[in-house]
């Protein structure tokens, strides 16, 4: 495995080789020693598949509360995304700047997003599916967000309005609107 650093610290791109033959093809998605070699703490506890019907949909931009924070490895299994994190760590030098990249099935890349980022993505084709390998594990109760179109974010989307959007993720507060609830908790 090799890793890519991107703009934002802590957040990369992780490349696997691809081994095809007559069979087919096969590569590790995973290898905690090459996490542990690039000195990335990371013990998924939870496998999770997405799966999308329609092109343009967006789910995201979702983070869990501050005492569960998770870290992800994504990687799209079969279709094509557009997939984004974004820095909400609030003494970051980056903090509300955003990275996207594609992912696609059998490219070998997944992005690592470590705790402090939202994450959403885009389909880019119909009939997507997206792996997640999460630690800690989901916790409902915990599930936050920001809203995809937050124009101060102003993520360069690939397709506006999205095809599909859950409710939820639409009602999903700002940026600014989050940090705000963070420093002022509502009891």
Same mark, same amino acid.
């Given at each position: 495995?090799?890793?890519?650093?991107?703009?934002?610290?802590?957040?990369?791109?992780?490349?696997?080789?691809?081994?095809?033959? /007559?069979?087919?093809?096969?590569?590790? @998605?995973?290898?905690? !020693? %090459?996490?542990?070699?690039?000195? +990335?703490?990371? /013990?998924?506890?939870?496998?999770?598949? @997405?799966?999308?019907? !329609? %092109?343009?949909?967006?789910?995201? +931009?979702?983070?869990?509360?501050?005492?569960?924070?998770?870290?992800?490895?994504?990687?799209?299994?079969?279709?094509?995304?557009?997939?984004?994190?974004?820095?909400?760590?609030?003494?970051?030098?980056?903090?509300?700047?955003?990275?996207?990249?594609?992912?696609?099935?059998?490219?070998?890349?997944?992005?690592?997003?470590?705790?402090?980022?939202?994450?959403?993505?885009?389909?880019?084709?119909?009939?997507?599916?997206?792996?997640?390998?999460?630690?800690?594990?989901?916790?409902?109760?915990?599930?936050?967000?920001?809203?995809?179109?937050?124009?101060?974010?102003?993520?360069?989307?690939?397709?506006?309005?999205?095809?599909?959007?859950?409710?939820?993720?639409?009602?999903?507060?700002?940026?600014?609107?989050?940090?705000?609830?963070?420093?002022?908790?509502?009891?």
């Amino acid at each position: 495995m090799e890793f890519e650093e991107t703009p934002l610290s802590g957040l990369f791109l992780v490349h696997s080789t691809v081994h095809a033959d /007559t069979r087919g093809a096969f590569m590790r @998605s995973f290898c905690q !020693k %090459s996490f542990a070699d690039m000195d +990335l703490t990371f /013990t998924p506890s939870q496998w999770s598949l @997405s799966q999308n019907h !329609k %092109s343009g949909t967006v789910r995201g +931009l979702h983070l869990q509360g501050r005492t569960g924070e998770e870290t992800k490895l994504v990687r799209c299994v079969s279709g094509k995304i557009y997939d984004v994190a974004v820095d909400i760590r609030k003494h970051s030098s980056t903090f509300g700047k955003w990275f996207a990249t594609i992912l696609e099935e059998n490219d070998g890349i997944a992005l690592y997003i470590p705790e402090g980022f939202a994450h959403g993505f885009q389909t880019l084709v119909d009939i997507t599916t997206v792996s997640y390998a999460i630690s800690p594990d989901y916790t409902p109760n915990m599930a936050l967000g920001i809203n995809w179109s937050d124009p101060d974010l102003a993520i360069d989307w690939p397709s506006t309005p999205p095809s599909v959007l859950s409710e939820r993720d639409a009602a999903l507060p700002s940026l600014g609107t989050y940090i705000t609830q963070l420093d002022h908790p509502v009891d």
